[in-house]
């Protein structure tokens, strides 16, 4: 199985500043086929299902604010959001659907400094 | 509205059994590979199943293997996951989840809101 290692586990930042997360994963989630990396980030609020947020790295899903980008490749990815909100706060997973079965990280919780 | 509703969570014994139901409305359900996600509450998530879009094909993590089987009838739009020789540690909210462009090999962008087992003595 590929194992997902998000870091920090938790994190907390001010309003409109920088929140970085990171997600490693055991082995590439690189299709050499298509060169898309096969990496998806959800946010998770409390008593809700996950939300997906980003997928193949790096796109956007529709709908969801531009202050939020996916980025890495490879093995190594990072979900930046610019400048945080207050509707922000969340447990945020990394997830690759590269292979079954589909691991998700062991998430990153996000707090207000 | 593009939805998913999971029903059948209940308390259940230890070695007992239990099936979960998953009603898809709002897209093409018999286009879409589905899974079961299930997750303790304040744990993380934990990928449990998937079914291919006609059913012929199914996976299984190694924790469920042999006691949970997943299903599908396309005629009523709906998801099954059996369970049975329940365990403790089976305790969770289980998620019903929905690929992208149908599926294989896509992200989860339609979820459920969960229906929580507990298995208890």
């Known amino acids: 199985d590929i194992v997902m290692t998000q870091s920090p586990d938790s994190l907390a930042v001010s309003l409109g500043e920088r929140a970085t997360i990171n997600c490693k994963s055991s082995?590439?989630?690189?299709?050499?086929?298509?060169?898309?990396?096969?990496l998806g980030w959800y946010r998770q609020k409390p008593g809700q299902p996950p939300k997906l947020l980003i997928y193949w790295a790096s796109t956007r899903e529709s709908g969801v604010p531009d202050r939020f980008s996916g980025s890495g490749s490879g093995t190594d990815f990072t979900l930046t959001i610019s400048s945080l909100q207050a509707e922000d706060v969340a447990v945020y997973y990394c997830q690759q659907y590269y292979t079954v079965p589909y691991t998700f990280g062991q998430g990153t919780k996000l707090q207000i400094k | 509205e593009v939805q998913l509703v999971e029903s059948g969570g209940d308390l259940v014994q230890p070695g007992g059994s239990l099936r979960l139901s998953c009603s898809a409305s709002?897209?093409?359900?018999?286009?879409?590979?589905m899974h079961w996600v299930r997750q303790v509450p304040g744990k993380g998530l934990v990928w449990v199943s998937r079914?291919?879009?006609?059913?012929?094909?199914?996976t299984y993590a190694d924790s469920v293997k042999g006691r949970f089987t997943i299903s599908r009838d396309n005629a009523k739009n709906t998801l099954y996951l059996q369970m049975n020789s329940l365990r403790v540690e089976d305790t969770a909210v289980y998620y019903c989840?929905?690929?992208?462009?149908?599926?294989?090999?896509?992200?989860?962008?339609?979820w459920g809101q969960g229906t929580m087992v507990t298995v208890s003595s």
């Open positions: 082995q590439s989630v690189l299709h050499s086929s298509n060169s898309k990396n096969y």
């Open positions: 989840a929905s690929e992208y462009w149908g599926g294989p090999a896509s992200p989860f962008n339609v």
């Open positions: 079914i291919n879009s006609d059913g012929s094909g199914t």
């Open positions: 709002g897209f093409s359900f018999s286009s879409n590979w």
